[in-house]
């Protein structure tokens, strides 16, 4: 739904340049698995489940040789059953018509594969051994996870989370491959992670932290190119020419969050409405001039009291019925609170949303430069913890300036500012803080030196000092 910006023009009529756009093809869903493949079943009790059962026992029995069949079971028996039980039960019933594979997750997974191969390069050179940056990243990649979806859907319950009865709210809840993962919670709950392992291994934190810090940002580049395919963290209109649309229906069923954006705002109609906050009274804020709305009288500043038979008390309401409206091409008939009506004909869905900035793109090439950054500052640490620090500093600043063009998140906490630009002010103080730490601990000392690079088909590996 439509929330406050950063800045915002007074209201007044607007007219927007026409300028030839080039859609890009956009879609959150990019293929499904069927349950059954020419009557042969894949998911439930079928191939998938078996081809699991046969690959568990043999490392269960490759683990048994080693460490004894009690053992081997007390690691892994809770897995296997675990992951059965979700191929067996779980899947047939919540995903009937077949398992979406979506962008957004594809490309999560991508980007955490880039930063393990990244982290583990330069672990060996740093004397650490692959097992510990892949138990680490595994930790950290599912609290990240976690954390990431915990924090949407705490600040999205209203909105998007609950529905009219338990079941459809916990699969909204859970539907994390659709999109809805903060960046800020993923941090939170992969840096809990951090710590726990930092501490259960003895391994020196802010050493650990710098490795794997370019990592963190290489994976944040590869999940944004996520986000555009999905359609979520979007900017507000522009007539840039590297604009970007988005389509109607973004998969199955599944309105692309731009489009929903405009049509609830009432921007297809030729207005916008007031992105106040949804407890309070829908007003209108820009009327485009030429559009329907405009010739139909309406003027910026006017309170909407009343949809075709619908009294108005919120503004959540009148986005619902705007929204309604654009999906069933139906005409509206709005009363405003000077007591005029106003008649606006009924309009072809268009298939597309109105441009818009590509923040997700922004964002991502913002996050490979500075994971280059980082990279390539690595060498020239002189203390523990720098790289850490830079990181913490660098991104907060550009999130922060990026929050001024992206309208799916509200101002929170009377600040005027969205949760994420609250959150960079804090990161921004922690950085302030942890430069300071690094600084009166004086000396130069590395407790993870790069060794020197290692000539051909010489392994580089070592141990934690």
């Known amino acids: 739904m439509p929330s406050p910006v950063l800045w915002r023009p007074p209201p007044t009529v607007y007219r927007l340049p026409s300028t030839a756009y080039r859609p890009l093809p956009m879609c959150s869903e990019l293929f499904r698995i069927p349950l059954q493949w020419h009557g042969v079943p894949i998911f439930g009790f079928g191939v998938l489940l078996a081809a699991w059962l046969a690959l568990s026992a043999w490392g269960w029995r490759a683990m048994a040789r080693q460490l004894g069949w009690q053992a081997a079971a007390k690691a892994h028996l809770p897995t296997i059953l675990i ?10 019933r919540y995903f009937p018509s077949g398992v979406p ?14 930063g393990i191969l990244i982290a583990v390069h330069r672990a060996g050179r740093a004397g650490v051994p692959p097992d510990e940056i892949m138990g680490l990243t595994v930790a950290m990649f599912l609290a990240g996870i976690v954390g990431a979806r915990l924090f949407y859907v705490v600040e999205y319950w209203e909105e998007r989370i609950h529905k009219a009865d338990w079941q459809a709210t916990l699969k909204a809840a859970l539907s994390f491959t659709e999109g809805g993962l903060v960046i800020y919670g993923a941090f939170l709950g992969a840096m809990a992670a951090f710590f726990w392992y930092m501490r259960r291994r003895r391994l020196p934190a802010l050493a650990m932290a710098d490795l794997i810090a370019p990592s963190m940002l290489v994976g944040l580049a590869f999940g944004r190119v996520g986000c555009l395919l999905n359609g979520c963290c979007y900017g507000g209109e522009t007539a840039l020419p590297w604009a970007v649309t988005f389509p109607h229906y973004s998969g199955p069923e599944h309105t692309s969050p731009p489009y929903a954006d405009q049509a609830a705002s009432g921007r297809f109609y030729g207005f916008r409405l007031s992105a106040s906050g949804g407890d309070a009274a829908p007003v209108i804020d820009q009327v485009f001039a030429g559009s329907a709305a405009d010739e139909a009288g309406l003027r910026a500043g006017d309170q909407i009291t009343k949809i075709n038979e619908y009294s108005l008390g919120s503004t959540a309401a009148a986005q619902e019925l705007l929204l309604a409206a654009v999906e069933g091409q139906h005409p509206l008939q709005i009363r405003t609170a000077r007591g005029t009506e106003h008649a606006l004909p009924a309009i072809d869905a268009p298939s597309r949303s109105r441009p818009v900035h590509p923040t997700q793109l922004y964002e991502s090439i913002t996050a490979a430069l500075l994971a280059w950054v980082l990279w390539a500052f690595y060498p020239f640490r002189r203390r523990d913890g720098a790289v850490t620090a830079l990181m913490i500093t660098l991104y907060p600043i550009a999130r922060f300036l990026l929050e001024a063009i992206r309208i799916d998140e509200p101002a929170v906490f009377g600040t005027g500012l969205s949760i994420s630009q609250n959150i960079s002010v804090l990161l921004l103080a922690v950085a ?18 790069l060794k020197p690079t290692p000539p051909p088909g010489e392994p580089s590996s070592g141990q934690v000092r």
């Open 101 to 114: 594979i979506r962008g957004y997750g594809v490309m999560v997974l991508a980007g955490s594969v880039a």
């Open 83 to 92: 992951v059965a039980a979700a191929i067996a039960l779980f899947i047939p």
């Open 432 to 449: 302030a803080g942890l430069w300071l730490y690094i600084r009166r601990r004086g000396g130069d000392s590395l407790a993870l030196p």
